[in-house]
DNA sequence: ATTTAAAATGAGTGATTACTCACTTTACAG
DNA sequence: CTGTAAAGTGAGTAATCACTCATTTTAAAT
């Protein structure tokens, strides 16, 4: 179960792969000056004139291929969106769900190590994603459409039917899911942007994690 | 046992209240209007101009009080770093901790009815402090060495003591806290940052939060 | 009423900003 | 080789930036 999971898990994460095909090679040199000038120094604070510095460009040229700054910031950002929920927005998403004997916890270490892996070949952008949601409308209403409607309904069908199973607690799903969430992303966040520095057990600290999850979500004794 | 560690709690936050002392009228609509600023736009894309606008006050007047304009945010920002962890740093925080039968569910509680109000009550400014320490250097020094040194290691030993008591499981104190900080931090950022329209049964959510940590870090039984 | 220092002002500074555009170079189809 | 469209250029633009400073206003002590 585990297996057929992550393989189609991984799976779709190469689909949409076929990007910098049209792109000239300077307009490829562009995009990855600008992801490191922005990560770095944020938005707000990076100038045109510093990308095309460090991508060995003229300024104009930026200009020829994104009309305005922030929009070689969506075609940097708005991609990797789309790449971070694709897994939760698979047709077949429900079917792996269903499976024999699925359980919460395998459920949990596929979507860790699966988004963990992405995580990390994604780091730069991702750090762009959460510095720039608050302050750009235009990316927060796509992802929280996206997120809202497609990965949200699935994740709550698929923790109601835990529920019932009796694997998880009864109490709302959006608190199971807030409290997974939280638990998951705070994972990531200490091991790739507050302390990356230490050396982390990655594989003890995910089981960890997985086994906090579910025992704190285990339906409760007196 | 809960009522005095509240009790102690709330007791240091007024503390530094005598702030905006010695401050001008119009240093005070500066600071008021920088904050909102600050938070609505990002420290980068916000000018002073529009900041002194906003006060009803010259530009030359924001730089009378504050050298520059990194200055002004500092300003803002620092002394509610200090606010914010200054429970922790209480020089009777091992007393209290110590006292006869506590729980490590009382600390949490007490932990979190004190800090959420104190988010409450500091919104924008949290939020600054949250976008602005990854690219302010000083923010992220002075952050990190009043953490590190002085919380960390603090609750570390309480960690420790609980886990020798046989309160919570015994894997590494680090892991502990790293689960049960993402785990308060991920509630106060949908409750204030991230869901703030929803309504909150925030009496339920936090006990929801409680129960969910301290069965995630309950000893296990075969 | 006079003195005095702090507070406040706003026009002015050079630097930098995102972006434009007339022009040159490149690449490739006929 | 030639024609042509796309790619690339970089000087130039107005606007805005953080910050300065000579001057005026305010307020409190004498």
Redesign the interface.
């Known amino acids: 179960m585990s297996e057929m999971m992550e393989q189609w898990l991984t799976e779709l994460l190469n689909v949409n792969d076929k990007e910098e095909a049209k792109m000239t090679e300077k307009q490829i040199k562009i995009l990855k000056a600008a992801v490191e000038i922005f990560s770095e ?2 938005y ?2 990076s100038s045109t004139s510093e990308i095309a510095q460090k991508a060995g460009v003229a300024e104009g040229t930026i200009f020829r291929h994104y009309k305005t700054k922030k929009d070689l910031l969506i075609s940097i950002v708005a991609p990797t969106v789309s790449k971070l929920i694709a897994p939760f927005v698979l047709k077949d998403f429900n079917k792996v769900l269903e499976a024999p004997y699925p359980k919460y916890e395998d459920f949990l270490r596929a979507v860790i190590k699966n988004r963990m892996e992405f995580a990390r070949n994604n780091l730069q952008i991702l ?1 762009i994603l959460i ?1 720039e949601i ?2 750009q409308p235009d990316l927060r209403e796509n992802f929280k459409q996206s997120i809202g409607k497609q990965v949200l309904e699935r994740i709550t069908k698929v923790v109601e039917r835990y529920q019932k199973e009796g694997t998880i607690i009864s ?1 709302p799903p959006l ?1 199971v899911i ?2 997974s ?3 998951i ?3 990531f ?2 091991r790739f942007i507050l302390f990356p520095e230490l050396d982390w057990d990655e594989e003890l ?1 995910t089981e ?2 997985i ?3 579910m ?4 339906p ?1 004794y007196e």
Do not use: M
């Not at 025992?215 to 285990?218: F, P, Q, V």
């Open positions: 120094k944020g707000a604070a750090k510095q608050p302050f109490i608190s807030r409290l969430v939280s638990t992303i705070g994972f966040l200490a600290e960890l994690t086994d906090f999850i025992h704190g979500l285990s409760r």
